[in-house]
């Protein structure tokens, strides 16, 4: 039996999952603003395993142009100091003895349009990604009706439904994607 409230469910969360997926990947690029998951992408040798930053430390906004990172482990300052610094993302960090403070630089011209780039690059990954779930999802309506639990009308039906869904999520990324360009060119 092909259950079609289901089976759109799983579409609609599926789409959901990796716009928010997107939506993470996106909140690692810098804007000019200070936000904390800048440094999402830090890791840090501790004692022997790869720990990300946000597993070992706390990091504040105080202000827009600077973030601070105090750990809860005072020994690895020095490593986190260094991680940051060899995190390639044109942060120079502070290393005060308590914290590490890090000072956001504003951005140039040129490393705008470098950001903007690869926010394209981030959002045709996740708009393939979501043809792959359209894919998926209309070859399980095939299989349905070739398994005759669906008629030729049905499919056709559910088939056009799925891309009308795929669109929907595909302007939301644009949407997003304009959203987070505008930050990065304005700031």
């Known amino acids: 039996m092909f259950d079609q409230k289901s089976f759109f469910d799983r579409l609609k ?5 990796s716009v928010e997926a997107y939506r993470g990947e996106l909140a690692v690029f810098r804007t000019g603003k200070a936000t904390p998951a800048i440094l999402d992408g830090v890791v840090i040798d501790y004692y022997g395993q790869k720990t990300p930053l946000s597993q070992m430390a706390s990091i504040s906004s105080p202000d827009p142009r600077m973030l601070v990172v105090q ?3 005072k020994t690895q300052l020095k490593e986190i100091e260094t991680a940051i610094r060899n995190a390639n993302l044109g942060l120079n960090p502070i290393n005060d003895g308590h914290f590490v403070k890090v000072p956001i630089p504003p951005l140039s011209e ?13 959002t045709e990954k996740f708009r393939v990604s979501q043809r792959h779930i359209r894919r998926d999802a209309i070859d399980e309506i095939k299989k349905a009706q070739k398994d005759k639990l669906i008629t030729e009308d049905e499919e056709k039906k559910h088939t056009e439904t799925v891309e009308k869904e795929l669109k929907n999520f595909l302007k939301m990324l644009d949407d997003i994607a304009a959203k987070k360009e505008k930050e990065v060119l304005e700031n």
């Open 13 to 17: 969360d599926k789409f959901q999952k």
């Open 71 to 73: 750990p809860w482990d």
């Open 110 to 122: 040129e490393r705008r349009k470098e950001i903007v780039k690869q926010i394209h690059q981030v």
